[in-house]
T-cell receptor
Framework: KNEVEQSPQNLTAQEGEFITINCSYSVGISALHWLQQHPGGGIVSLFMLSSGKKKHGRLIATINIQEKHSSLHITASHPRDSAVYICAVGLLGGSQGNLIFGKGTKLSVKP | DAGITQSPRHKVTETGTPVTLRCHQTENHRYMYWYRQDPGHGLRLIHYSYGVKDTDKGEVSDGYSVSRSKTEDFLLTLESATSSQTSVYFC???????????FGSGTRLTVV
């Protein structure tokens, strides 16, 4: 089924590196969400996108609707960025707002 | 930010016993969702609600029921818990804000 695919599944980086996490989807969407989950923690919404690009601090999210692809970038990565990053999409025409989730990318940033 | 709390945070229960998890919101949002999170799977929708007494099934609803008698509370019940229902359960609400969705802190349920 896998309507939302993320890559890579696991990512290890050194502190300070530029990081990219990718999300591809196969359905028509109303919006795409990037979420963050720290080990043992809750889920925090980072971005909601329907077009273009958004930036918040060191995090940048982009989306290409034609290619059905989104990327999450982290600049100047830090150990506190270690978490699972989850991509989720809301279906176009899905009036109840249910999200379809990717399986997540586990990021580990080493000092 | 919207206020959403889940209770309990952790629970261990025996196979065959009923269990109820509670999700409480303080923002008067219409839509509420229950998801479960398991290794190797993305979050999967169990049930959702689009208003008081209005609920519908999600992808993995077998063995679960829900109730919403007040806007602020959405209850998830496992009528007779099984080991396959050992999971982390998240409640979410959909609002009109910048991020669209707010998630609770999760309930870790273990069925022994």
């Amino acid at each position: 089924k896998n309507e939302v695919e993320q890559s890579p599944q696991n990512l290890t980086a050194q502190e300070g590196e530029f990081i990219t996490i990718n999300c591809s989807y196969s359905v028509g969407i109303s919006a795409l969400h990037w979420l963050q989950q720290h080990p043992g923690g809750g889920i925090v919404s980072l971005f909601m996108l329907s077009s273009g690009k958004k930036k918040h601090g060191r995090l940048i999210a982009t989306i290409n609707i034609q290619e059905k692809h989104s990327s999450l970038h982290i600049t100047a990565s830090h150990p506190r960025d270690s978490a699972v990053y989850i991509c989720a999409v809301g279906l176009l025409g899905g009036s109840q707002g249910n999200l379809i989730f990717g399986k997540g990318t586990k990021l580990s940033v080493k000092p | 930010d919207a206020g959403i709390t889940q209770s309990p945070r952790h629970k261990v229960t025996e196979t065959g016993t009923p269990v109820t998890l509670r999700c409480h919101q303080t923002e008067n949002h219409r839509y509420m969702y229950w998801y479960r999170q398991d290794p190797g799977h993305g979050l999967r929708l169990i049930h959702y609600s689009y208003g008081v007494k209005d609920t519908d099934k999600g992808e993995v609803s077998d063995g679960y029921s829900v109730s919403r008698s007040k806007t602020e509370d959405f209850l998830l019940t496992l009528e007779s818990a099984t080991s396959s229902q050992t999971s982390v359960y998240f409640c979410a609400i959909r609002g009109q804000g910048h991020y669209g969705y707010t998630f609770g802190s999760g309930t870790r349920l273990t069925v022994v």
